[in-house]
Nanobody, 124 residues
């Protein structure tokens, strides 16, 4: 099983980026995105559940970020609009075989598989 994250980069504040997380080896019940700034704890960003396509977000990104999935490609996306300097971080995708409830999906320890990080830098 592999998760391959891509799509990070440097963008000005107010700009947009789309992250992709391509999975191989199996399908997953819940897929999520987390981010981490050096020296700080990893934090939940968004997750999506396969059974009903229900999506969960941290409050700071609601209305700006959208998580979605392409079942045919076994890929999860994170569309990030109206980016702010405080969104700067390394973003990681994660996946679990389980269809998780919200409280579970927000915890990094709930996920079994992780992709490599992709750097997102938002300049002011």
């Amino acid at each position: 099983v592999q998760l391959q994250a891509s799509g990070g980069g440097l963008v000005q504040a107010g700009g947009s980026l789309r992250l992709s997380c391509a999975a191989s080896g199996r399908t997953f019940g819940t897929s999520g995105w987390f981010r981490q700034v050096s020296g700080k704890e990893r934090e939940f960003v968004a997750a999506i559940r396969r059974t009903d396509n229900n999506a969960f977000y941290r409050n700071a990104v609601k209305g700006r970020f959208t998580i979605s999935r392409d079942r045919a490609k076994n890929t999860v996306y994170l569309q990030m609009n109206s980016l702010k300097p405080e969104d700067t971080a390394v973003y990681y995708c994660a996946a679990s075989p389980l269809n998780m409830i919200t409280s579970q999906a927000r915890l990094g320890d709930s996920y079994d598989y992780w992709g490599q990080g992709t750097q997102v830098t938002v300049s002011s």
